[in-house]
């Protein structure tokens, strides 16, 4: 078990060193620059800018440059926002994103997770096509229309709850913005779940363990559940991204201060700083998040250890 | 007497085998006759519709769905109709959709076959890239892009395909991993054939039933990404429009005009939905382990 976390890790910090690189070659490679926007500059104003921001070094010596600042954990100035950092940036973006993110993974798991157990447990009958329904429906509508009509719905129509603004991450601004991130993930691990259920349920260990009699509970969590879990934790990888992907355009949606708006007013403005350093944020996040759930899936499948 | 073709016994290919299979799933089939609908209407109404795309009616701006003036949609915002501006936005959307998906099945099927038929070091190395891509969100990568090469028509679809071809690489190479150690592949070798004639020849064609699968479902991704880059205002620009961009409009009046939401919302979620079932049709038509 050692040896495969070792393994695991091994993977993950090349893998976040190549995704550094990458995107600052391409960024690199981009046509125009972050002052084409300045109207009229003095040459000799432009030519300092310039200098001050490291720009006119060769390519390779400005990624040593950025890697020698990121390792001491500065990513450097924006370059719109000449008051602001891009760690300022990010660190006032990531609890946004984070708590979005993390509310809905979890209840993404918890109530999928039910949803999928109870309509495998009950196969067929009114309650587990009713579930299914829910389900497929949950997959193929997009975030950005339930977000909206969920607006429209519990925000303006009945008024319960705000439909915009973060206001230091109060429960009444997430419970909207977070139910609208967490609809397909609940549905498509209820999916998962129902199907892994049912594949497990007529196990013939499963029938041992009710034959010795075992309380039906019992051979639920001990012998059914198990191997239920390891499809659910494999989805939990693609999960994540999906959540972050998604969070851009809720945070767009719901107004909400979070790294995923940062990032697509950063991309517009061409401020590359900022572009890198959220895109190192996330691709850390997601390689850690991954590698957690490499592990998690080492404890329950003592199969992929081996490999 | 010998050669007249009807005493030959009427061999089945796999392809017909499969072809019937698939017609006999009811939920593909119907799914197959909506989008033929929804194509057809997309190249239709913005011809022979009662308005054009781009004609403004001063007089009757947000209008809700009537038969009354044709505006069978309803009028958006700047008082255009709706009926044209949706087909018209379905037109893009399905292109983009399909033209994505071509760039990303010509380089995943090119790449996971080259990776899985020289395996060894060469297909690890260029699997390990793979993994490090995947690593990254395809939409943060794709806004990197658009961002870094400008935002055109082109540039979307290229961008979208040039990062959706990994997990056709994927699937490719698992494939041809298994196809590599056929006695054909040994007999092409024994011929002195080249790799790119294996390759082209004896590897492609024979991954192809999981590469129509899985190019059936990339493409509602890739619609999704394109409404997902609409929204966000780095799709498609004025005054072309798509059922994204349509949707991101209608979020903004959806106190006053809840139908600029709903008809295109309505037209991508079906749409996405029968290519689905289309996907699941093919799957169980091209799957040998079900035969």
């Not at chain 1, 429906?137 to 339930?146: E, L, M, Q, S």
């Not at chain 2, 619609?223 to 620009?237: A, D, T």
Request: hydrophobic share 55%.
């Amino acid at each position: 078990m050692f040896a495969y976390i070792l393994r695991r890790v091994a993977f993950a910090v090349p893998t976040i060193f190549v995704i550094i690189l990458l995107t600052f070659i391409l960024l690199h490679a981009a046509p125009g620059g972050p002052f084409d926007s300045l109207q009229d500059i003095d040459p000799a104003v432009l030519a300092n800018l310039r200098s001050a921001y490291h720009l006119d070094d060769p390519v390779w010596m400005q990624f040593w440059t950025y890697l020698s600042g990121l390792l001491r954990g500065d990513m450097g100035p924006s370059l719109i926002y000449r008051e602001l950092t891009v760690n300022q940036i990010i660190v006032t973006g990531l609890p946004v994103s984070v708590t979005l993110g993390l509310s809905a993974i979890v209840i993404g798991l918890s109530v999928g997770l039910c949803c999928g157990i109870v309509a495998a447990l009950r196969q067929n009958s009114l309650l587990d096509y009713a579930v299914m329904a829910a389900a497929m429906t949950g997959v193929a509508i997009p975030t950005f229309v339930t977000a909206p009509l969920l607006i429209l719905v519990f925000g303006l129509t009945l008024a319960w709850l705000p439909i915009s603004g973060w206001n230091g991450g109060q429960i009444k601004h997430l419970i909207l913005p977070v139910t609208a991130l967490a609809i397909p993930k609940v549905a498509v691990i209820a999916r998962i779940t129902r199907g892994a259920m049912l594949e497990s349920i007529n196990m013939d260990y499963v029938r041992t363990a009710r034959a010795k009699g075992m309380r039906e509970i019992k051979v639920i969590t001990r012998h059914v559940m198990r191997p239920v879990l390891i499809p659910v934790v494999s989805y939990l990888g693609p999960a994540i991204a999906t959540v972050m992907t998604g969070s851009v355009i809720i945070e767009n949606i719901f107004g909400l201060p979070g790294l995923g708006r940062a990032f697509v007013e950063g991309a517009i403005n061409r401020d590359y700083p900022v572009v890198m350093g959220i895109v190192i944020i996330y691709a850390i996040f997601i390689v850690m998040l991954n590698l957690f759930a490499d592990i998690l899936y080492g404890f329950l499948d003592p199969r992929v250890r081996q490999k | 007497m010998s050669t007249d073709s009807s005493f030959v016994p009427a061999g089945r290919s796999l392809w017909r085998d499969a072809a019937d299979r698939f017609c006999a799933n009811r939920a593909a089939m119907v799914s197959a006759g909506i989008i033929l609908v929804i194509v057809v209407l997309a190249f239709a109404v913005p011809i022979w519709g009662p308005h054009s795309l781009e004609e403004v009616y001063w007089d009757r701006m947000l209008i809700a769905p009537s038969l009354e003036n044709h505006h069978w949609f309803g009028t958006d915002v700047n008082g255009r109709d709706m009926f044209a501006r949706v087909f018209y936005g379905a037109r893009i959307s399905l292109t983009i959709g399909v033209l994505t998906t071509l760039v990303a099945l010509t380089i995943g099927v090119l790449y996971g076959a080259t990776a899985g038929y020289f395996g060894g070091r060469i297909g690890a190395v260029m699997m390990r890239l793979v993994d490090i891509i995947y690593a990254v969100p395809a939409l943060f990568l794709i806004i990197i892009l658009i961002s870094v090469f400008g935002n055109n028509f082109v540039l979307v679809f290229v961008s979208i395909g040039a990062v959706e071809w990994l997990t056709m690489a994927r699937i490719v190479r698992g494939q041809t991993l298994a196809i590599r150690e056929k006695d054909y592949i040994e007999a092409a070798h024994a011929l002195g054939l080249p790799h790119t004639t294996i390759l082209a020849r004896y590897i492609i064609p024979n991954v192809i039933g999981p590469v129509i699968v899985y190019a059936t479902l990339l493409i509602p991704i890739n619609i999704l990404i394109e409404s997902y880059l609409s929204f966000l205002g780095l799709g498609v620009q004025e005054p072309y429009t798509s059922w994204g961009r349509l949707i991101s409009q209608g979020t903004k009046e959806i106190e006053t005009g809840l139908w600029l939401l709903l008809i295109p919302s309505v037209f991508l979620t079906v749409t996405m939905f029968c290519f689905n079932f289309i996907g699941d049709g093919l799957r169980d038509a091209l799957d040998p382990k079900d035969r």
